[in-house]
């Protein structure tokens, strides 16, 4: 069976920095989306970055400048470094993938993306 596992989550001061990992196994696809979401208390799932391949990712905009994702297929990991972490991001933080397409389209996470991790919360105050 197929299982995405993050680790990393943890409380950090604002300002503070903090590295995400998603390791997928029983799965493995180096032309699929992978993506982190996260999800606050009383607010809607978003996207935060995806990847196809390591050249072209993409971020939403809140966070761009301040994170970096890195996919690495032979390691079959999707990675987060968050710089200059914000109040605003604190949430639970989750690594998804869509095992159909060679495209990333993190509008559609509901229908799209079939496979989940069970999340890993972040803190920043």
Same mark, same amino acid.
């Given at each position: 069976?197929?299982? &995405?596992?993050?680790?990393?989550?943890?409380?950090?001061? #604002?300002?503070?920095?903090?590295?995400?990992?998603?390791?997928?196994?029983?799965?493995?696809?180096?032309?699929?989306?992978?993506?982190?979401?996260?999800?606050?208390?009383?607010?809607?799932?978003?996207?935060?970055?995806?990847? =196809?391949?390591?050249? =072209? #990712?993409?971020?939403?905009?809140? =966070?761009?400048?301040?994170?970096?994702?890195?996919?690495?297929?032979?390691?079959?990991? &999707?990675?987060?470094?968050?710089?200059? &972490?914000?109040?605003?991001?604190?949430?639970?933080?989750?690594?998804?993938?869509?095992?159909?397409?060679?495209?990333?389209?993190?509008?559609?996470?509901?229908?799209?993306?079939?496979?989940?991790?069970?999340?890993?919360?972040?803190?920043?105050?």
């Amino acid at each position: 069976h197929v299982q &995405l596992v993050e680790s990393g989550g943890d409380s950090v001061q #604002i300002g503070g920095s903090l590295t995400l990992s998603c390791e997928a196994t029983g799965w493995k696809c180096d032309t699929c989306c992978m993506a982190w979401f996260r999800q606050a208390p009383g607010k809607e799932r978003e996207p935060v970055a995806a990847a =196809v391949t390591d050249g =072209v #990712i993409s971020y939403t905009h809140s =966070v761009k400048g301040r994170f970096t994702a890195f996919r690495d297929h032979a390691k079959n990991t &999707l990675s987060l470094q968050m710089n200059s &972490l914000e109040p605003e991001d604190t949430a639970m933080y989750y690594c998804a993938a869509d095992p159909r397409r060679g495209y990333c389209d993190t509008r559609k996470w509901s229908t799209d993306f079939g496979y989940w991790g069970q999340g890993t919360q972040v803190t920043v105050s």
